[in-house]
C-alpha cells in the first residue's frame, strides 16, 4: 500500500515556464514533507520542505504548496531551467515517534526542461 | 565538511553471495539511514542507526541487515544474495535523526546480482 504517491513518472516541461511536479499522500498523520531532487549517479539532494501548519513555503524558483483536505502538494518550478532536469522525490514524516527513520518516499517523477 | 561516502560505488555479486556495503556519515551526525532506490519502486526504507542502536526498521527480509560504529559509520549487510537485490543502496545522515531535518545522502553503491 503506497501512502505517498507521484503519479506521473515523466514530466516534459519546455525551458522558461512553469514545471508543477504533484505528489499525493493517504496517511493523514503526515505532518512534515520534503522535496528531493535527484542527478544520475547521485544521491538525492534536499530541495525544500512544508510543514503541516503552513500551505506554502516558497525558496527563490520553488514552491511547495500543501493542500492537507485534498492529502495533495505540489512543487511549482518557476522559470524552469535545463538543469532542472532531475528526478524529483515527494517525502512524508509521519507524525510519530519523531525518528526520521520513518519517512516514506514516492516513486519519482523525472523532469525533462527542453531547451 | 566532506559529505556522505559510501564505498564501494559498484559491486558485482552472484546469487547466494553476500555482500558488505559501507558509509561514512558527515563528521557530526550521528544518525545514519538505508535506502535501497530500484526503477519499480523508488526509495524504500531498509532502517536507521543512531548511537550504534537500531531505531527503525523497513520492511525487508532479515538477510538485510546492519550496523554502526561508535563513530557513527555504518555498514550494511546482504546475506544469499538473490536477483531482485539488484539495485541502488543509498546511505543518508543527519544530525539527530528528527523529522525536520535535512537527509544528506551519499552517492550510492550500485549492486548487480547475476
Known amino acids: 500500500d503506497q501512502q505517498v504517491k507521484q503519479n506521473s513518472p515523466s514530466l516534459s516541461v519546455q525551458e522558461g515556464r512553469i514545471s508543477i511536479l504533484n505528489c499525493d499522500y493517504t496517511?493523514?498523520?503526515?505532518?512534515?514533507f520534503l522535496w528531493y531532487k535527484k542527478y544520475p549517479a547521485e544521491g538525492p539532494t534536499f530541495l525544500i520542505s512544508?510543514?503541516?501548519?503552513?500551505d506554502k513555503n516558497e525558496d527563490g524558483r520553488f514552491t511547495v504548496f500543501l493542500n492537507k483536505s485534498a492529502k495533495h502538494l505540489s512543487l511549482h518550478i518557476v522559470p524552469s531551467q535545463p538543469g532542472d532536469s532531475a528526478v524529483y522525490f515527494c517525502?512524508?514524516?509521519?507524525?510519530?515517534?519523531?525518528?526520521?527513520?520513518?519517512?516514506?518516499f514516492g516513486k519519482g517523477t523525472k523532469l525533462s526542461v527542453k531547451p | 565538511k566532506a559529505g556522505v561516502t559510501q564505498t564501494p560505488r559498484y559491486l558485482i555479486k552472484t546469487r547466494g553471495q553476500q555482500v558488505t556495503l559501507s558509509c561514512s556519515p558527515i563528521?557530526?551526525?550521528?544518525?545514519v539511514s538505508w535506502y535501497q532506490q530500484t526503477p519499480g519502486q523508488g526509495l524504500q526504507f531498509l532502517f536507521e542507526?543512531?548511537?550504534?542502536?537500531?531505531?527503525n526498521k523497513g520492511n525487508f527480509p532479515g538477510r538485510f541487515s546492519g550496523r554502526q560504529f561508535s563513530n557513527s559509520r555504518s555498514e550494511m549487510n546482504v546475506s544469499t544474495l538473490e536477483l531482485g537485490d539488484s539495485a541502488l543502496y543509498l546511505c543518508?545522515?543527519?544530525?539527530?535523526?528528527?523529522?525536520?531535518?535535512?537527509?544528506?545522502f551519499g552517492s550510492g553503491t550500485q549492486l548487480s546480482v547475476l
Open positions: 496517511n493523514s498523520m503526515f505532518d512534515y
Open positions: 542507526y543512531f548511537s550504534e542502536t537500531q531505531r
Open positions: 512544508i510543514s503541516s501548519i503552513k
Open positions: 517525502a512524508a514524516s509521519p507524525n510519530y515517534g519523531g525518528s526520521q527513520g520513518n519517512l516514506i
Open positions: 563528521s557530526g551526525h550521528r544518525s
Open positions: 543518508a545522515s543527519s544530525s539527530r535523526g528528527q523529522t525536520n531535518e535535512k537527509l544528506f
